[in-house]
């Protein structure tokens, strides 16, 4: 079997690549649609495939299920450890995002809306872990007058009553 230039089917390997003495000339020359155009250089497929994985990162994104706790990092802003979506709990690197890179302010307002009741919580009992211990403190004192008085009264010999 012979391949004819006449066959549309068939395709020569020399009418695909460049011959030698048109890569020095093809330089200047824009690619057409009747001839192959070469295959893009290392630095341009680099770059496309950049360009691909980026926008694919870019349209990537996780949700945040919700906010664990929140620190300050040495800048002074606040780094969020956050549960993800379908993701375990646990205090990987990836779990703590900064807050410029926070895109969810329904759940920062949550949060910060639940650390202001915890923080009046923990005032209230600190206030009534405080009042009850002024409570022991005055009881004890008041049985120990008590004592002093009642040994007073039976050295002495007279009855208070």
């Not at 497929?45 to 706790?69: A, G, K």
């Not at 969810?104 to 005032?123: G, V």
Request: with cysteine; aromatic share 6%; proline share 6%.
């Amino acid at each position: 079997m012979s391949q004819s230039p006449s066959d549309d089917e068939d395709i020569n390997i020399n009418d695909v690549l460049p011959s030698p003495s048109d890569s020095d000339s093809s330089d200047s020359e824009k690619c057409s649609t009747e001839k192959a155009c070469p295959s893009p250089s290392p630095s341009d497929v680099s770059s496309e495939i950049l360009d691909e994985i980026s926008s694919e990162t870019e349209e990537e994104q996780f949700e945040v299920e919700r906010i664990i706790s929140r620190t300050v990092n040495a800048e002074g802003k606040y780094v969020y450890h956050i549960k993800w979506v379908g993701y375990e709990t646990s205090s990987d690197p990836e779990n703590f995002v900064d807050e410029d890179d926070m895109h969810c302010p329904e759940l920062i307002k949550e949060f910060e809306q639940m650390e202001q009741l915890k923080k009046k919580q923990r005032a209230k009992k600190l206030e009534e872990q405080a009042m009850l211990a002024k409570k022991r403190k005055l009881e004890a004192e008041q049985r120990a007058k008590a004592a002093v008085i009642s040994v007073l009264y039976s050295i002495s010999g007279i009855m208070p009553y």
